[in-house]
């Protein structure tokens, strides 16, 4: 499969606990997106990679989130503190600057906050 | 990005079309109209775009008026598989940065 992977696919934690998740885009994939996506709603954007430099933060990226993609190929997006307003589904998305102007979207990853 | 409206929720027969509507009365002449899909429990699936003429794929078609102030999806034989929230976005292609605004879309519901 060479769609965009997330892992884990399902994360149970406690309130106060940090946690992190994984994107690994599609390879060749030069841009990387998160998002965040709360029950009967449509995705929001967070945060957006070109390469490795991160170029755009939403004002929902609180200062408790932060991402990162070292090398320009898979993300990371860790919560600290985590509070249980943070439960949603996060997902990932990557594209190309070649071709149509659609996104690739991963499973998602999602969050419950006890 | 131009706002869109859709209707909250739709049914469809089972083997029948399926023709979402789009209204985006504001948008501009260099916006595209764009729509994704997100079927339970997984992210969402890009199905198709256009400017201004009707574009057609192999999962559907996409019609848009001639003032492109509204747009129609058309699944030509919807399926159950098509049960799905549809997203309708209106956007600059310029392939420079390309982050995508959703609004809460269309909940089509396909019914054997």
């Known amino acids: 499969d060479t769609g965009v992977s997330q892992d884990p696919r399902h994360k149970i934690t406690k309130r106060g606990q940090n946690v992190t998740f994984r994107c690994d885009p599609i390879?060749?994939?030069?841009?990387l997106y998160w998002y965040r996506q709360t029950l009967g709603q449509g995705p929001e954007f967070l945060t957006y990679?070109?390469?490795?430099?991160?170029?755009?933060k939403s004002r929902l990226l609180s200062d408790r989130f932060s991402a990162e993609r070292p090398k320009g190929s898979f993300s990371t997006l860790e919560i600290q503190r985590t509070e249980q307003g943070d439960s949603a589904m996060y997902l990932c998305?990557?594209?190309?600057?070649?071709?149509?102007?659609?996104?690739?979207f991963g499973p998602g990853t999602r969050l419950t906050v006890l | 990005d131009a706002k869109t409206t859709q209707p909250t929720s739709m049914d469809c027969a089972e083997g029948r079309a399926a023709n979402l509507p789009c209204n985006h009365s504001?948008?501009?002449?260099?916006?595209?109209v764009y729509w994704y899909r997100q079927i339970h429990s997984q992210g969402p699936q890009y199905i198709i775009h256009?400017?201004?003429n009707n574009e057609t794929n192999e999962m559907a078609s996409l019609i848009i008026t001639e003032d492109r102030k509204s747009s129609t999806l058309i699944l030509p034989h919807a399926t159950l598989r098509d049960t799905a929230v549809y997203y309708c976005?209106?956007?600059?292609?310029?392939?420079?940065?390309?982050?995508?605004?959703f609004g809460t879309g269309t909940k089509l519901q396909v019914i054997p």
């Open positions: 998305a990557s594209n190309t600057l070649r071709g149509a102007d659609t996104q690739y």
């Open positions: 390879s060749e994939h030069n841009r």
């Open positions: 990679f070109q390469n490795e430099a991160q170029l755009e």
């Open positions: 504001t948008i501009s002449g260099n916006e595209y």
């Open positions: 256009g400017l201004k």
């Open positions: 976005i209106v956007r600059v292609a310029s392939g420079g940065y390309q982050k995508v605004t």
